[in-house]
Each structure stands twice: as C-alpha cells, then as structure tokens.
C-alpha cells in the first residue's frame, strides 16, 4: 500500500495529472492556483514533460487545443478571470471532440474580484463560450479529491472527447492534508483520431465547422447524442442521510464539508440534516434530488456564492417542496454556525422542537 504524503492542494493537481500520464502543463501564473505552475515546473522536468508559462490565458487554451489534438495528456491550472479568459478555445475543442483537462482553483468575484477561496465560477464553466456545447464538471471538496479528479479527468476527456473542468475552492488549493496518491497508469488509451501523419491513411481533421445550416445542425445534433450519453453514465454525488431528514441540504465542494460538521452537531440536538453533495456539477444528479424531495419538505441549498447550482436544485425538484438559499460571497467562508442558524429558520424551530 502506497504511503501517504502531506502536500498542498495546488501540488497535488499535478500529482494527480502525473499519474493520469499528463506530459504537458501549460500556464499563465494568478492566485491562488499559481503554486501548481510552479510545482509542474520542477516536476516536469524529472519526468521529461514540459511546464511552460504562456504569455496568455488565451495562448494557454489554443495550446492546449494542439496538444489534444496530436493525442498529448496536457492540462492547466488556472483561477477566476484567468479560466474565464480561457474559453477562448473551449467550445473549438468541444466542437472537434479534443480532450483536455483544465483546473480551477475558484477566486471572489464577479470580474477581477480578489484572491480569496470563493465558488464563483459554476456559470462560466456550464457555458463560458458560444454554442450549444457541453463541458463535464467536476466538484473536488478536498486534497485527496484535487489529485483523483485530476486523474479521473484524464480519463473522462479521453473517453468522451470533451473538454473537463475540475473547480476546486480557492481554499483547497491552498490548504495542505493528508492524501494517498493515485496509482499511476502504464499506458495511454489509443487514439486512432489524432493528428499523426497521414501515411498510409487519409489524414484526421479536427474542424467539424460547417457554415451551411443544415450541416452545422447536423454537429450540434450529434454532439447533443453524446452529450445525452454522458448524462446517462457519468453523474457522481455523495448521500447522506436522505431517507427521511428534517431537512435536506444541497452543497458542493468545500461547504460539504463544513455541512458534514454541521450534521454531527445537530445529531445533538435530535436534528436529522441530509446532504446531497453533487460531485458533477455536470452532468447534475437531478434524479437523485428530485426522489430526495418527495421524502422531505424543507431543502436548503448553501454555495459560497450569490446562488450557481440553485437554480438546478429547483429544476430538478420541480416544484414538489420550496428550496431555500444560503450563500456568502466574495470570499468569505461561511461558518458552521451561521448554516446552523438558517436550517432551524428555515425549519422554523421554536422552543427546541422542529415544525414539520
């Protein structure tokens, strides 16, 4: 069994990539993610991979499209405005079916905002850029998870030819824990689509565009197939105490971890709290919280932002019980205390005793 280490989150993004076979970090420094760029560096290096700064976010992203596209594992990782200024190739990669992988390690906004651990980027990453593409969304709530998912999204941006986002609360990036590394792989799956010569063959094309409309629907549709294809195999969340609750909450990320401090207090006080925490934030596990509705009547979703998974919450509810809204922003990290209070208001305790 493989020993744990102690390493800060920003690290182990690019643990996680090594073992995931990523032989290319291409970057552009901004707090609080600036530490992986700079750890990829020395670890590049021992490893024969290229670490690279770019001399921007959008030189980063259209990078990352030919790396992706000559079958390359290659990631970045990135914050706020620096992902937002990263589409710029996004929905090109989607388009073409090119796998890439991009980490961000979320900041306060809106627009430059500060450096401080926020989860402000769930909108731009389901659509920072124009069309009807879709990205997979993976939502880490701790140091062991910033490594795996990196890792796991390796795997999904090959299996499916999709670009994946990995948004990680400023916080984790920062913060150092206890983790085991993921064991790494020995091969790469084959990639008879790549850019890789053309002897022998007809040559591979990535550009899927068609200015006819017929024809451009004709991509939307079929990328919509697939699309429906990830919605069907790929939703992750984690449950907890979802039979029956007093009360069921709806966080992603690190705030799911700070509701599973809440749980264990309120089991003192007689108070059932159930937790939803939606691991993909794309594709989002409707089902699993629209049969969780039935058995409750109070949900409650808590984001360290002004609302960005809440609206998917009420969709997949879809109007059986209200859902409530607790959110600090800016960068501010709500506290045990404060989610403690605004369950027993929603609740409407009085006097001990839970009004159901």
């Known amino acids: 069994m493989k020993k744990p280490v102690f390493m800060k989150g920003n690290e182990a993004v690019i643990e996680g990539a090594i073992a995931a076979g990523c032989k290319a970090v291409l970057g552009y420094p901004i707090t609080p993610s600036t530490e992986g760029l700079e750890y ?117 941006a090959d299996k499916w030819r999709n670009p994946v986002f990995v948004l990680g609360d400023g916080m984790l990036g920062q913060m150092k824990e206890t983790l085991i590394l993921p064991e790494p792989i020995t091969e790469l799956p084959e990639k008879p689509w790549r850019l890789s010569g053309a002897k022998n063959r007809p040559p591979n094309k990535f550009i899927p565009f068609d200015l006819n409309p017929a024809g451009l629907e004709a991509i939307n549709k079929k990328l919509d197939r697939k699309y429906n294809q990830i919605k069907e195999t790929e939703i992750r969340y984690e449950a907890i105490n979802i039979k029956k609750p007093d009360i069921l909450v709806v966080a992603f990320g690190l705030v799911a971890r700070i509701i599973k401090s809440v749980i264990k207090e309120a089991e003192k006080e007689n108070l059932s709290i159930g937790l939803i925490r939606p691991i993909t934030l794309w594709p989002f596990p409707d089902e699993v919280i629209n049969q969780a509705a039935e058995r409750t009547n109070k949900i409650l979703v808590v984001e360290m932002n002004m609302g960005q998974i809440v609206d998917d919450v009420r969709l997949a509810v879809n109007g059986k019980t209200p859902v409530k809204f607790y959110g600090r922003a800016g960068g501010l990290i709500t506290t045990t205390e404060e989610i403690t209070e605004k369950i027993k208001e929603v609740l409407n305790i009085v006097k001990g005793e839970v009004q159901r």
């Open 40 to 156: 990829a560096v020395k670890r590049m290096r021992q490893i024969g991979g290229i670490a690279k700064q770019m001399e921007s976010e959008a030189a980063v992203s259209h990078a990352l499209y030919g790396a992706g596209a000559v079958g390359i594992r290659a990631m970045t990782i990135t914050s706020g405005p620096g992902f937002n200024w990263m589409h710029d190739a996004v929905d090109y990669m989607a388009t073409s079916e090119v796998p890439t992988n991009i980490i961000d390690i979320m900041r306060g906004g809106p627009a430059l905002g500060n450096i401080a651990p926020s989860q402000s980027d769930v909108r731009s990453a389901k659509g920072g850029a124009n069309g009807d593409y879709r990205t997979i969304i993976l939502a880490p709530s701790s140091v062991q998870n910033l490594a795996d998912f990196t890792f796991l999204a390796f795997e999904l």
